[in-house]
């Protein structure tokens, strides 16, 4: 296993983690209260705004065609972040379609895995963990600008490069030494067993001795060291010595990791350690093993030359000396890295007297907690099931046909899938919540195995076997991604070093009795009617290792499932279709519609009448508005439209209007979608991103994550665009009261607000119904009655008791149901 494999895991505590939206009744307003658009609370008139905000070209919708007439996209915004943060700073998303906007604000590519569930409430996730691809890349660019960072990420790459290539060639080494089919498999195992052995006997040891030393010289120490024992392989070989040196270097990298591990955080502020866990993660699992496997083929193509002209090298002692060069290199590079040995990491202790302690309370909790019990059987029989495959792995390959080339592509397969599955695998799976996706990965990698048992094929053995790997890296990913964000900071380590320690003693229990069991079952063949089918132990083994994998995947879907009702297939497919009025009408949750709209363009009337209607059909509706839906929001509203709020620069106002949104879904949106209400709110993310982005010119993409961070990925089912030339509504608004912050704006800012809100809705015509706001209000309300009604045809929305309700006087035959499917509306 590469040094530092385990660790790079290990998501770091993150800078808390998001509540619960209350549920409480005391928290949601009173239902069917409009609380819309009120004359009243308008602020007082102060003259137009002078906010001395430019008006930038348009950084908005390029390239939509409705938005054809605005002016070319801005520049790149100053960044206002810290430099090492600098988290999507310096990619404006100016350029970016917005055809890409709302499937992004609906949280889909996540890098770390943990994003919202915004359908049933569960596990909801802050803000930049919803950053969709190309932010990744910025936030691991961001990474690596920190300059000792990167040193000792290039590094540890370049050493687990060495140590992947090590392990390939120990292998070889291992499995040439012996003779027989049963004597190989043998030393594979016990190699593999030695590799394993010492986490266990000197982990808590080791923990305890890394934090006492200056972690500099324990790193330099311990490569130079690890330098001199791989170089002594091939110079002594030996079995037995290959064994005790493969000992001593693992015993050593448990000196290595903590030191290692302690130093990161004080190179990085805290936000960046998941993404350079990401990034640790794919160089050691996706890039360094594949790197390493093309290069071991391609010594073993050259080794038999190599062998003729040096009669002692061949490929698997150049790899180790390679290997060995490698922790040379990185002891040279750390060497010069004052700042590993600078301050001491606050919170990485480990003390050894507590450590027996702390595994016992971590064995109870775990014990008692679902979803921890379905982690820790998932990740065990998970790693039990990959030990198995990695001990059947060149008996696999040479059955396959091939001999150690092949061996050496199975190899780079794996990590192939494994980096695309924690790469990619997040932003394919959505917003499924990442309990299910973790069984289900879990079962996804089992039948893959399984699968590949009966394989005798080269390339569809690989291919099988990148699919396993993708699934088990998705899998990797969330499991370790929900022990860092579901268990609690004061159990986690303790659940950590649990899991650690049954992962490798898994690894140890399967590395140790799958090569006696692939020796003793051997090589038989059955003959199946005309066909004869090779049934060897390897094979056997990882039919067994499938079963097992998927037997442990359903185990810990069954115990983490949080019991909604939402039927598993039907969940995973408006996940990957990013469905999320599928999702919230599967999770029982309410209907969510918005309105947008120039100044007087009607909002306020038509949510009202809706409402109205809504009510007298039954329904359980309300209304409400941004800004100002809530009692905080009431007071952000007043700063934001005040004309006295002059100096408002353009990025306090997008945050403001950030953090009234926020409360509003807090507050007012998530419970009562949550109870199942129809809720029809007065301007939402796409007035942010029409006045803030177009109207500002602020980055899009900017105001956007902002938006989605502040709604943690809520959208509406149907947004309402009630569309109308700017010198109409606002005309409108100004027969109504006093020319707000806004409103006192250039024609020139409400045509491009009105650009912007255009291109949203053409970009996603589905969940947008636009209507020309010249027409009169009853007809538009009639044409909205009409869409809603059918947006809303069966779903379990809640519905008023039958003494709360309007009388109509326009209907036959009432009947009234309270529960069940939303009854004929009558738009
Ligand atoms: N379809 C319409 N046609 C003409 N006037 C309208 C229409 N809808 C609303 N109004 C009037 O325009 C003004 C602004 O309407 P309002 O609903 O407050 O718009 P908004 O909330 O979008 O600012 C009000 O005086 C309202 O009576
Ligand atoms: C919700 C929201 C509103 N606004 C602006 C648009 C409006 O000018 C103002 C809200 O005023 P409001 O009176 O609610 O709008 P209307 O006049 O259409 O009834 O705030 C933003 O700039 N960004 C936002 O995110």
Do not use: C
Not at 164 to 176: D, E, N, R
Not at 716 to 725: F, H
Not at 766 to 775: F, G, K, M, S
Request: aromatic share 6%; net charge negative.
């Amino acid at each position: 296993m590469p040094p530092d494999g385990w660790n790079g895991a290990i998501p770091s505590s993150r800078p808390g983690t998001v509540a619960e939206p209350s549920h409480g009744p005391d928290t949601t307003p009173p239902r069917g209260v409009s609380i819309s658009s009120d004359p009243t609370d308008r602020p007082p008139s102060g003259g137009p705004s002078a906010d001395g905000v430019p008006a930038a070209p348009d950084p908005g919708p390029g390239g939509v065609p409705s938005a054809a007439d605005q002016p070319p996209v801005a520049a790149e915004p100053a960044d206002g972040l810290p430099p090492a943060g600098a988290d999507g700073a310096g990619v404006p998303l100016a350029g970016l379609h917005v055809e890409e906007a709302p499937a992004a604000d609906r949280s889909g590519a996540q890098p770390a895995g943990d994003q919202g569930e915004p359908a049933d409430g569960h596990h909801d996730e802050p803000d930049d963990h919803h950053a969709a691809g190309v932010s990744l890349v910025a936030k691991v660019r961001a990474v690596l600008r920190v300059r000792d960072f990167r040193k000792l990420w290039l590094s540890m790459s370049l050493s687990s490069f060495g140590d992947w290539l090590g392990l390939l060639a120990i292998t070889a080494t291992a499995t040439s030494l012996v003779d027989g089919f049963a004597g190989q498999n043998y030393a594979l195992g016990a190699v593999l067993l030695f590799r394993l052995l010492p986490a266990i006997l000197l982990g808590p040891l080791a923990g305890a001795f890394a934090d006492r030393f200056d972690r500099r010289k324990t790193m330099v120490v311990s490569d130079v060291l690890r330098f001199a024992l791989f170089a002594s392989i091939p110079i002594v070989d030996e079995l037995v010595w290959l064994f005790v040196a493969q000992f001593l270097i693992e015993a050593i990298s448990l000196f290595w990791i903590p030191a290692k591990e302690a130093a990161v955080p004080n190179m990085l502020r805290k936000d960046q350690l998941e993404p350079a866990n990401q990034l640790s993660l794919v160089t050691t699992y996706g890039f360094t093993p594949v790197l390493a496997a093309l290069v071991f083929a391609v010594l073993t193509t050259v080794g038999d030359r190599l062998g003729t002209t040096v009669p002692s090298l061949d490929e698997s002692k150049l790899s180790l000396y390679l290997n060995a060069l490698t922790f040379l290199v990185a002891a040279v590079v750390i060497w010069n890295l004052p700042s590993i040995s600078g301050r001491r990491a606050a919170g990485t202790q480990v003390t050894g007297e507590s450590f027996l302690h702390s595994l016992r309370a971590g064995f109870s909790f775990a014990g008692h907690t679902p979803l921890v019990r379905g982690l820790v059987v998932g990740i065990t029989g998970a790693f039990v099931a990959a030990g198995v495959v990695i001990a059947t792995g060149q008996a696999f390959a040479s059955s396959v046909g091939g001999g150690e080339a092949a061996y050496g592509l199975l190899f780079g397969a794996v990590f192939i899938g494994l980096g695309l599955g924690i790469s990619l695998g997040p932003s394919i799976a959505r917003d499924l919540s990442r309990e299910r996706l973790f069984g289900v990965a879990i079962v996804g990698a089992g039948v893959g195995v399984g699968l590949l048992a009966w394989t005798f094929t080269l390339w569809i053995a690989l291919l099988l076997v990148v699919v396993m790997g993708f699934f088990a890296g998705i899998a990797y990913l969330a499991g370790f991604t929900l022990l860092g964000t579901e268990v609690d900071d004061a159990l986690r380590g303790r659940t950590f070093a649990l899991v650690q320690s049954l992962v490798r003693a898994s690894l140890i229990v399967s590395l140790a009795v799958v090569p006696f069991g692939v020796g003793l079952l051997g090589r038989t063949s059955v003959d199946v009617g005309s066909v004869e089918l090779a049934v060897t132990g390897e094979r056997v083994m990882l039919f067994v290792a499938g079963l097992l994998a998927v037997a442990v995947g359903v185990l810990a879907y069954r115990q983490m499932d949080d019991g909604r009702p939402v039927p598993l297939v039907a969940d995973v497919v408006t996940a990957l279709r990013r469905d999320t009025t599928a999702r919230r009408r599967l999770a029982g949750g309410g209907v969510f519609i918005a309105f947008e709209g120039g100044e007087g363009a009607g909002k306020s009337t038509q949510t009202r009448r809706l409402q109205e209607w809504l009510t007298e059909e039954g329904l359980v509706a309300r209304t409400t508005r941004e800004p100002g839906g809530t009692p905080l929001g009431a007071k952000i509203r007043a700063i934001v439209l005040d004309p006295a709020s002059a100096g408002l620069s353009p990025r306090s106002e997008a945050l403001l209007y950030a953090a009234d949104r926020a409360q509003h879904v807090h507050d007012v949106l998530r419970p009562a979608l949550d109870a199942g209400e129809v809720v029809i709110t007065d301007r939402f993310v796409d007035s942010s991103l029409a006045y803030q982005g177009a109207g500002r010119t602020i980055p899009m993409d900017d105001v956007r994550s902002i938006s989605r961070w502040a709604t943690q990925g809520l959208q509406p089912d149907l947004t309402v665009l009630l569309d109308l030339p700017p010198e109409v509504g606002l005309a409108r608004a100004r027969g109504r009261a006093a020319a707000d912050r806004l409103e006192s704006e250039s024609l020139e800012f409400h045509q491009r607000v009105r650009g912007t809100f255009r291109a949203l809705a053409e970009a996603q015509p589905d969940r947008y119904l636009v209507l020309d706001a010249r027409r009169s209000p009853d007809e538009l309300a009639a044409a909205i009655r009409t869409r809603v009604s059918d947006l809303l045809q069966g779903l379990p929305l809640q519905q008023l008791p039958q003494h709360a309700r309007v009388p109509r006087t326009r209907r036959h035959g009432d009947h009234v149901v309270q529960t069940g499917s939303t009854p004929q509306l009558h738009p």
